[in-house]
């Protein structure tokens, strides 16, 4: 059995990893209360009272755990990661798993040290039941060759909930590194793309003057020998929506196309993860709230059997360079 533990409780995508572990068998060891968000271990201490609250050098320290997991402030989070792996654990950890340069060098050079897996969970495919469907259809070649994927990532900014770091671009890496990686992630996935290139990008502060260092939108064009991709970005979500953010993506294909509509069908259907298939053959929309996650499962047995089949390193790794590049060479617009 996998024993895992949390180390880093700053995003509430930990809720996520630990969930997702427990249900691919794992067993919580436990984790370290240390965060910049109280509310969030509030809610890990009502969600799993039988955890223990342990030190964090403690939990790096014990060889009976195999697992740490992060989601800490994003500039920590490599940090983080490297001490894990030099203690003989795996990692899992939040999107941004780096925020530099220097940092992915680092990881790099720590993963083939120590031979440890060095996994980013992008919960916007990998927790997402229409995203794992679609990556099933476009596997089965239902839409035939994929040529461009168009995602964009809308989010609610629910601002009285957020801490001092989430409005610094060295703490949380820039709106691309920080939330743009998930779509740079399906680009690649979808695709089928082991590398890309950054053709443009963009980032703007359009409604928050009172943080001029903050970036509540970003955009960026993409391509690879196999497609191209545009990605867009942003902290606009009206309060009237029912849900953090309406996140789509679209996927095209020689032979037809796939939209999913993966948190809401606005004026539409009841629910979450909507898939809308167009082809020769039919047009039809696809309820995929009973599709199974499949990256815990993966992970889980990756780290048994030093196998990469949840996700390879070399797409880790190249989802972290391309959207520091992205976001290195980023045009501002907007506001300044």
């Given at each position: 059995?996998?024993r895992?533990?949390?180390?880093?409780?700053?995003?509430?995508?930990?809720?996520d990893?630990?969930?997702g572990l427990?249900?691919a068998?794992?067993?919580?060891?436990g984790?370290?209360?240390q965060?910049?968000?109280?509310?969030l271990?509030?809610?890990?201490?009502k969600?799993?009272?039988?955890?223990?609250?342990?030190?964090?050098e403690k939990?790096?320290?014990?060889?009976?755990i195999?697992v740490?997991?992060i989601?800490a402030?994003?500039r920590?989070?490599?940090?983080?990661?490297?001490?894990?792996?030099r203690s003989?654990?795996d990692?899992?950890?939040?999107k941004?798993?780096?925020?530099?340069?220097a940092?992915?060098e680092?990881?790099?050079?720590?993963?083939?040290?120590?031979?440890?897996?060095?996994?980013?969970?992008?919960?916007?495919?990998h927790?997402?039941?229409?995203?794992?469907?679609?990556?099933?259809?476009?596997?089965?070649g239902?839409?035939g060759?994929?040529i461009?994927t168009?995602?964009?990532?809308?989010?609610?900014l629910?601002?009285?909930?957020?801490?001092?770091w989430f409005?610094?671009p060295e703490?949380?890496?820039?709106?691309?590194?920080?939330?743009?990686?998930?779509?740079v992630?399906q680009?690649?996935?979808?695709?089928?793309s082991?590398?890309?290139e950054?053709i443009a990008?963009s980032?703007?502060?359009?409604?928050?003057p009172d943080?001029?260092?903050?970036?509540?939108?970003?955009?960026v064009?993409?391509?690879?020998?196999?497609?191209a991709?545009?990605?867009?970005?942003?902290?606009?979500?009206?309060e009237?929506?029912?849900?953090?953010?309406?996140?789509?993506?679209?996927?095209?294909?020689t032979?037809?196309?796939?939209?999913?509509r993966?948190?809401i069908?606005?004026?539409?259907r009841p629910g979450?993860?909507?898939?809308?298939?167009v082809?020769g053959?039919?047009m039809t929309?696809i309820?995929?709230s009973?599709?199974?996650l499949d990256?815990f499962?993966?992970?889980?047995?990756?780290?048994?059997?030093r196998?990469q089949?949840?996700?390879?390193?070399?797409h880790v790794f190249e989802?972290?360079?391309l959207?520091?590049?992205?976001q290195?060479?980023?045009?501002r617009?907007?506001?300044?």
């Amino acid at each position: 059995m996998l024993r895992f533990a949390v180390v880093g409780i700053d995003h509430g995508h930990t809720f996520d990893h630990v969930k997702g572990l427990l249900a691919a068998g794992g067993e919580f060891v436990g984790y370290c209360p240390q965060t910049s968000v109280p509310a969030l271990r509030e809610g890990f201490e009502k969600t799993y009272p039988d955890a223990p609250q342990i030190e964090r050098e403690k939990l790096f320290d014990d060889p009976s755990i195999d697992v740490i997991c992060i989601s800490a402030i994003p500039r920590d989070r490599a940090g983080l990661a490297i001490r894990a792996m030099r203690s003989g654990k795996d990692v899992m950890t939040d999107k941004p798993g780096v925020t530099t340069f220097a940092q992915l060098e680092e990881v790099k050079r720590t993963v083939a040290e120590t031979g440890k897996i060095f996994s980013i969970c992008f919960s916007e495919r990998h927790c997402v039941r229409s995203a794992v469907k679609a990556g099933k259809l476009v596997a089965e070649g239902a839409i035939g060759k994929v040529i461009q994927t168009l995602g964009v990532g809308p989010h609610r900014l629910q601002l009285p909930t957020r801490p001092d770091w989430f409005f610094d671009p060295e703490a949380f890496g820039g709106i691309i590194v920080d939330i743009a990686s998930h779509q740079v992630d399906q680009f690649l996935f979808y695709t089928g793309s082991t590398t890309g290139e950054v053709i443009a990008s963009s980032i703007g502060n359009f409604g928050m003057p009172d943080k001029p260092a903050f970036e509540d939108f970003g955009e960026v064009l993409l391509r690879s020998d196999k497609a191209a991709g545009y990605v867009r970005v942003d902290w606009f979500t009206p309060e009237a929506l029912p849900t953090w953010g309406d996140g789509r993506l679209t996927i095209l294909g020689t032979e037809g196309y796939i939209e999913l509509r993966k948190y809401i069908d606005i004026a539409g259907r009841p629910g979450k993860d909507h898939l809308f298939l167009v082809n020769g053959k039919e047009m039809t929309h696809i309820d995929c709230s009973g599709e199974k996650l499949d990256y815990f499962d993966a992970f889980t047995a990756d780290v048994g059997n030093r196998t990469q089949t949840a996700m390879t390193q070399d797409h880790v790794f190249e989802v972290c360079r391309l959207s520091l590049e992205a976001q290195a060479k980023a045009a501002r617009i907007g506001a300044r």
